[in-house]
Antibody, heavy 122, light 107 residues
């Protein structure tokens, strides 16, 4: 099983851009076994799918966030990244990166990072 | 978007109890349903995929069933380590969506 670890600022000001990175170990980011996903969880609330990217660089974004989200892959560093622009307090959440086992019919999220709390506040 | 509704939102149970959690999709999702367990301050953990397939390393007291719009997660004999929040998630269509969670507490 892969190991994933999120990193990035824990505090972002309103209207600025949230940037997080997910480092992948135990396997290659270019593997054709996985897609790569970002999920978030506001404090005390449920899970929300943000977006995903595959080994070819094809992306999918949740329509509710699409205008503000970019997910990208850096193969040289074996990591993938999330950028969320124009943040507000509503974007305060624990952000998780995860692998998608897309070859399984239900595309489950298999390996998860430990999560990183991002607070949006001035 | 496909809405996923879990019931109950919370429940109290004792060690050894049989526990059943229900997840209903707003439209048919075939068997494209996953279940996760989340403990406080931890990332979710995959328990069941494709409605009824047990993820490796997950105890067999966890079983999943269902097809179409109605699904269940059953814990046959609740253990102390099973007190957690459980989420269903549909993998049928984009955007992937989760249920609101069911918190299993100690009675």
């Amino acid at each position: 099983q892969l190991q994933l670890r999120e990193s990035g600022p824990g505090l972002v000001k309103p209207s600025e851009t949230l940037s997080l990175t997910c480092a992948v170990s135990g396997g290659s980011i270019t593997s054709d076994l996985y897609y790569w996903a970002w999920i978030r969880q506001p404090p005390g609330k449920g899970l929300e799918w943000i977006g995903s990217i595959n080994y070819s660089g094809d992306t999918y974004y949740n329509p509710s966030l699409k205008s503000r989200v970019t997910v990208s892959v850096d193969t040289s560093k074996n990591q993938f990244s999330l950028r969320l622009s124009s943040v507000t307090a509503a974007d305060t959440a624990v952000y998780y990166c995860a692998t998608i086992l897309f070859r399984i019919s239900s595309s489950p999220l298999d390996s998860w990072g430990q999560g990183t709390l991002v607070t949006v506040s001035s | 978007d496909i809405q996923m509704t879990q019931s109950p939102s919370s429940l109290s149970a004792s060690v050894g109890d049989r526990v059943t959690i229900t997840c209903r999709a707003s439209e048919s999702i075939s068997s494209h349903l996953n279940w996760y367990q989340q403990k406080p301050e931890k990332a979710p953990k995959l328990l069941i995929y494709a409605a009824s397939s047990l993820q490796g390393g997950v105890p067999p007291r966890f079983t999943g069933s269902g097809f179409g719009t109605d699904f269940t997660l059953t814990i046959s004999s609740l253990q102390p380590e099973d007190f957690a929040t459980y989420y269903c998630q549909q993998g049928n269509s984009a955007p992937r969506t989760f249920g609101q969670g069911t918190k299993v507490e100690i009675k």
